[in-house]
């Protein structure tokens, strides 16, 4: 069965879908929380091909299970097509087992969500990211743009990485403007972002015209609601803050009402308050491996077995589980070895070259992660999940730098 929170709400969106009714899970849902539209129309999709098999399998929570697992390990594949490309084989192979080795039978397979979805859809933009820099062609450009809007509606947060992109290209033009030629700059920032822009175009007008749900646009919860979240408790999902601004009856008001909220935590917090609040957050963030398993949603409901594979299963993954806790050790382990690599990496040497420059991405890439975490809606380290490809990646070069630099001192010897 689903875990619980959002994962649970968009499986009985689609499984107890009631076509173009206000009233339908999907229609009260959605008109709530928009930003998961794109990701309920991708498994209704997802759906209606498993019911052409079986009429029930598409709704059942193992298919969508099985989609998942397989969504995560063609993320695995593309994590390493990506740093093979953008870097070199060595450095592909330690991405992809830093990647395979703690998630591929992690109790993430029985996630169904953005989070763990993104791995495909991340890796698979670094991966056409990969070609595009080898082969510039036009078709490659759009593409990586329509990707890109794909992510963005799928999970905004998950696009820092184009932001960082984009900051140190232009530190680039500024401190070297010989290295970047305008006019081929400029064509290639319009085939990006015509289809990117486009692409997102396109999506809200399906999302204005299609009859499966009716959005109630008054109803949406403003990101300025999960900037208010982020200010209090723990620094994640607040109960009491999403009853308050759901039971506000328009956008405008719901706004008005976070904004008050914002100003009046910040002074209640004070520079001091907020800078320690800040670092707490962070560690809540960060600090664990295994991605804040069993923090959301509750125990999973089950009929008790007699079948010893499905016992053990239950026991190693479920959140309430007697063995789960070994599952957690394992996660922790590899999360403090990916952690070592990312301090590694910092030890390099800046040479003002192609490969620093795609190195001061991924570090910002991460940098901005954490940042947007601490202000907006964070406090578990699940929110990690969606840069998990950047950090991999970024994580596999310390550590063949490391083991390049080592290797140079032992023949020097």
Known sequence: MPIGWDVDAIHASVTELV??????????YLSKNPNNTLFFFLMYFISQIGTVFHQSLGYSWLYWQ???????????????????????????YLSFYL???PLALSPWLLVVYTDTIMLLVVSLIFWVYSLVEKNQTKTLIAILGILIAICYLLKPSSIVFLIAFIMIKLLVLLTTPGKIKIKKCGLII?????????????????????????????????????????????????????????????????????????IER?????????????????????????????????????????????????????????????????????????????????????????????????????????????????????YLIQYLPTIYILSANGFFLHFQQTKATTLNM
């Not at 076509?19 to 009260?28: E, L, M």
């Not at 063609?74 to 060595?90: D, H, M, R, V």
């Open 99 to 101: 990647a395979f080795i």
């Open 190 to 262: 319009l085939l990006f972002c015509l289809p990117f822009t486009g692409t997102i175009k396109l999506f809200h007008m399906y999302e204005d015209h299609q009859k499966l749900i009716i959005i109630n646009k008054d109803q949406a919860k403003p990101w300025q609601h999960f900037v208010m979240m982020g200010l209090t408790g723990s620094g994640g999902f607040s109960e009491k803050d999403t009853q308050a601004i759901i039971s506000i009856p328009t956008k405008k008001e719901k706004i008005n009402y976070a904004n008050t909220k914002i």
């Open 266 to 382: 910040l002074k209640n917090y004070g520079f001091a308050g907020y800078t320690k609040f800040l670092m707490k957050k962070h560690f809540n963030n960060t600090s664990r491996g295994d991605f804040g398993w069993g923090i959301d949603g509750g125990p999973q409901i089950y009929l008790q077995s007699t079948n010893p594979i499905q016992t053990f299963l239950r026991d190693t993954y479920y959140q309430q589980g007697e063995k789960v806790k070994t599952v957690r050790f394992f996660m922790h382990f590899m999360w403090i070895i990916t952690l070592i690599g990312l301090l590694l990496v910092t030890k390099k040497q800046y040479n003002d070259d192609e490969y620093d420059t795609l190195l001061a991405i991924f570090k910002l890439t991460i940098l901005g992660a954490f940042l947007y975490l601490l202000l907006f809606e964070g406090g578990r380290s699940r």
């Open 66 to 92: 099985l989609i998942n697992t397989i969504f995560m390990d063609i993320g695995f594949i593309f994590i390493f097509l990506a740093a093979k490309n953008l870097f070199n084989k060595n450095i592909a």
């Open 19 to 28: 076509k173009n009714s206000p009233d339908s899970i999907a229609s009260i």
